[in-house]
């Protein structure tokens, strides 16, 4: 890993477009590493004054592809985590090329544990469920428990060293297929840890990167609303039906709140890096989520079945959205904002 200054700017959105472009025919894996080399994924810290830039470059990621935004949201939120925990170079024998992944799930039945190895080194005992992207990515970051209870401990592990195995027999996705979520299975296996037991929680940027993935889900719903408006904008003007006319004004409708809100919880985090910004969060990714759903029926309802079967790219996108979006807790994330609000005398609700 190479640990820049957290204001280090992010790759300028034509750079990234352009190795996105370049490098569309490659398995995610590849092209993930492609972003990594190119400087891609080095992207601002939240909180450190450019949120939005970070937000943008992954939409823009999701736009193009939400398998690949979901290991490159993983890596850069690996890189930004063991930044803000103040993480050494070269951790668990990292590089500059390295590539990351972030599993942070408690699945029931399968939990990591971290035991002294013969030499007094943490070692790993246990299996981590739903590792997105881990057969090919060369370092984790992820949560683990002490035999004394103490946790979750976060740690960094090399993906290559004997006694890391992988069990994909549970994933049957059709969506999100080549995120490749499979269980991986640690079997003594030395890692080294990042801050105490207790860190990867309470600190600040947990939020910050929660909210981040509402700007792939944002990300994704664009790139379907841009294949209505084409649509509508390269027909004749006799063929501009009121129907297809009324989806695009309602797919209008909920990306501009969608963004807006995106941008105005950035400056909040941006103003306020130290802050508790849970309800922020929780409330923009709620508001993508509703955003992303009413898209995906939008604009199948005004396209009808052409293009999920005759676009690889829109039916790709449009059974990849519903499987992203389903990492939202749906209703318990909406309580948890009543939650937030609950004890204030004001809701924040003004203009």
């Avoid at 890692?191 to 981040?212: E, K």
Wanted: charged share 20%; with cysteine.
């Amino acid at each position: 890993m190479n640990v820049r200054d957290p204001n280090h700017g992010a790759a300028p959105l034509a750079m990234l477009r352009t190795v996105l472009e370049g490098s569309g025919t490659l398995a995610p894996a590849d092209r993930l590493q492609a972003l990594v080399d190119a400087g891609c994924a080095d992207l601002p810290a939240p909180g450190a004054g450019d949120t939005a830039a970070r937000w943008r470059a992954l939409a823009e990621v999701a736009a193009h592809d939400l398998s690949l935004v979901k290991r490159y949201e993983g890596h850069t939120d690996a890189l930004a985590i063991l930044r803000e925990l103040g993480a050494p170079e070269g951790i668990a024998g990292s590089t500059a090329a390295s590539t990351w992944g972030t599993w942070a799930a408690e699945a029931p039945g399968a939990r990591v544990a971290v035991h002294p190895g013969p030499d007094g080194t943490p070692r790993l005992r246990g299996t981590k469920a739903w590792c997105s992207g881990a057969r090919d990515v060369s370092h984790g970051l992820l949560t683990a428990w002490a035999p004394d209870g103490a946790g979750p401990l976060l740690m960094a592990v090399d993906m290559r060293q004997p006694g890391v195995g992988f069990s994909g027999e549970h994933w049957h996705a059709v969506g999100m297929a080549a995120s490749a979520s499979v269980d991986v299975l640690f079997q003594d296996v030395p890692a080294v840890p990042v801050g105490a037991a207790g860190d990867y929680l309470r600190r600040p940027g947990f939020w910050h990167g929660g909210a981040g993935v509402a700007a792939c889900w944002h990300g994704g719903a664009e790139a379907l609303a841009h294949v209505l408006h084409t649509a509508i904008f390269q027909a004749p003007a006799a063929q501009r039906t009121p129907f297809r006319l009324a989806a695009l004004g309602r797919v209008d409708r909920a990306l501009a709140g969608s963004a807006a809100l995106l941008r105005e919880t950035a400056q909040w985090i941006d103003a306020h890096p130290q802050q508790d910004a849970r309800l922020h969060a929780l409330r923009v990714r709620q508001a993508a989520e509703a955003c992303a759903r009413c898209v995906l029926d939008e604009v199948g309802r005004a396209l009808g079945a052409t293009p999920l079967c005759r676009d690889p790219a829109f039916a790709r996108m449009a059974a990849d959205l519903p499987v992203f979006i389903r990492q939202s807790h749906a209703d318990r994330d909406d309580a948890a904002i009543g939650e937030c609000l609950a004890d204030r005398q004001e809701a924040p609700w003004s203009i």
